[in-house]
């Protein structure tokens, strides 16, 4: 896949339905996909802010990345940060 960054500043905070103390479980409740950075085919050309290319999640096409837990221990929820969309998606064999 290739990503284009589009930092538009739109934040989501997403509620845990199931307590878990995984970033990625809260995202998949979702609906959120995690987002390998090997898997960006433009990796090297994207201009990343810092280290933002962990903790990738996509939905419909956009890309987001996780900024902070909700609340305090045992958090009740993350919030991601939309920064940019997936312009290419390979066919899965």
């Known amino acids: 896949m ?9 934040k989501v905070e997403l509620l ?15 609906g959120y996909i995690g987002v390998l950075d090997s898997s960006i085919q433009n990796f ?6 810092g280290i933002e290319h962990n ?3 996509s939905k419909d096409g956009i890309l987001y990345r996780f900024n ?4 305090t ?3 009740n929820g993350i919030e991601l940060e939309e920064i ?4 290419t998606q390979e066919e899965k064999e």
Request: charged residues 30%; negative net charge.
């Open 44 to 49: 090297m050309d994207v201009s990343w802010d």
């Open 73 to 75: 221990y045992p958090y």
């Open 84 to 87: 940019g969309e997936i312009t």
């Open 55 to 57: 903790r990738l999640y």
């Open 16 to 30: 845990a339905i199931e307590k878990t103390c995984y970033v990625g479980d809260v995202a998949e409740q979702h």
């Open 68 to 71: 902070h837990w909700l609340g």
């Open 2 to 10: 290739k990503v284009e960054i589009k930092r538009t500043g739109r």
